[in-house]
């Protein structure tokens, strides 16, 4: 509060100027307290309210839990900036998304949980029958080899089946499953080959495949739930 008569500095509870002795009236209306200085220069947009809402934009946990962090902590220093900071709408927006997206996140889950099952059977299913179609090129590749080498018979290496076969059967994977050839044999002594056996089996178990595929010369396709390519050879079922 000031003087209005000389301008002193007053308590607010001053009666008496002490400088000029004028008599202070607490309902005159240049008794009144000094209004706080208007902010000098172009006022900022608060950074952190920009990065706040963009967070919130965004919409990628974590970002959502930083929206909300920076949202609040902008809002706190445009109130104490004295008119200095601007960006009040900025945070409250980047608040109000980050808001919603923490809202959203069980729903994603449920989402999730229902999807990624569905996906990873598709993607099984998918990889079993390739793993099928793979097994019956085998058969074809050796009996076209046994065509052209009569002399050696059927052969044990995928790598001699290159040119029958794509590179990545021949290399033994193809489509989350992994193919051998075994069980070569004579019918006589030094003679050719005239048997072998096929086996496909999973890379990874319950995920890029569950059951096991076999065959032999007689081109008979057999299964194992298992994933087991010896049970598969021992007992396993026709496919059908």
Do not use: W
């Not at 996906?119 to 990889?127: G, P, Q, S, T, Y």
């Not at 990545?168 to 080959?193: D, K």
């Amino acid at each position: 509060m000031i003087c209005p008569k000389c301008g002193a500095p007053l308590t607010d509870t001053s009666r008496f100027c002490s400088a000029c002795g004028n008599v202070i009236s607490s309902e005159h209306p240049a008794a009144l307290q000094v209004p706080p200085p208007l902010p000098t220069g172009p006022q900022q947009t608060s950074g952190k309210a920009i990065a706040s809402l963009i967070c919130g934009v965004i919409s990628v946990f974590p970002l959502f839990i930083v929206a909300i962090i920076l949202g609040h902590v902008s809002l706190s220093e445009i109130k104490k900036s004295g008119g200095r900071l601007k960006g009040e709408g900025l945070a409250i927006a980047g608040l109000v998304l980050g808001y919603l997206g923490i809202v959203a996140i069980p729903f994603i889950l449920i989402v999730a949980a229902i999807a990624i099952p569905n996906l990873l059977r598709a993607k099984i299913a998918a990889n079993e029958s390739s793993a099928v179609g793979s097994v019956r090129n085998l058969i074809t590749a050796e009996v076209n080899y046994q065509a052209t080498h009569q002399n050696l018979g059927f052969t044990c290496n995928l790598s001699d089946l290159s040119g029958l076969i794509d590179s990545g059967l021949a290399a033994g994977q193809r489509t989350g499953y992994a193919f051998a050839l075994q069980g070569c044999s004579s019918e006589t002594q030094g003679g050719p080959v005239t048997k072998f056996q096929i086996t496909a089996i999973p890379v990874t178990s319950n995920t890029t495949g569950q059951r096991a595929f076999c065959a032999d010369q007689s081109g008979v396709i057999r299964i194992d739930r298992t994933g087991s390519a010896e049970n598969c050879l021992d007992h396993g079922s026709q496919l059908k």
